[in-house]
Nanobody, 115 residues
C-alpha cells in the first residue's frame, strides 16, 4: 500500500547539521499530516515536528529554533533540517504519515550526535 523511506541519518558532532528526508510511495491520494518522531531506549516515541498539508507546523519545545520541518506535497516528501545538534538529539528518527484513517511509519533512521 504505502511505504515511507527515510534517508539522511548518520553520525555528527555536536553543533553540526543533518537533513532527514522521507519519501512516501504507493497508493497515495492525499497525505493529511506528515511528521518526525524519535525514540531512545527506555523511552516512548515522541513527536519532534509535524506539518499539515496546508503548511501548519508544530515542534517539540526541545527543538524549536533548531529544527525546521518542510514538505513537498507534489513529491509526497517531508524533510527535517536539524541544526545545532546536541547529544540529547541522539535517537532513532521515524517518519510518519497520516492518510485518511490510516497511519504509516517508516523503518527509522539512526541519528547520533557526539560531543
Amino acid at each position: 500500500q504505502v511505504q515511507l523511506v527515510e534517508s539522511g541519518g548518520g553520525l555528527v558532532q555536536a553543533g553540526g547539521s543533518l537533513r532527514l528526508s522521507c519519501a512516501a510511495s504507493g497508493s497515495i491520494f492525499s497525505i493529511n499530516v506528515m511528521g518526525w518522531y524519535r525514540q531512545t531506549p527506555g523511552k516512548q516515541r515522541e513527536l519532534v515536528a509535524s506539518i499539515t498539508r496546508g503548511g501548519s507546523t508544530n515542534y517539540a519545545d526541545s527543538v524549536k529554533g533548531r529544527f525546521t520541518i518542510s514538505r513537498d506535497n507534489a513529491k509526497n516528501t517531508v524533510y527535517l533540517q536539524m541544526n545545532s545538534l546536541k547529544p540529547e538529539d541522539t535517537a532513532v528518527y521515524y517518519c510518519n504519515a497520516k492518510i485518511w484513517v490510516n497511519n504509516y511509519w517508516g523503518q527509522g533512521t539512526q541519528v547520533t550526535v557526539s560531543s
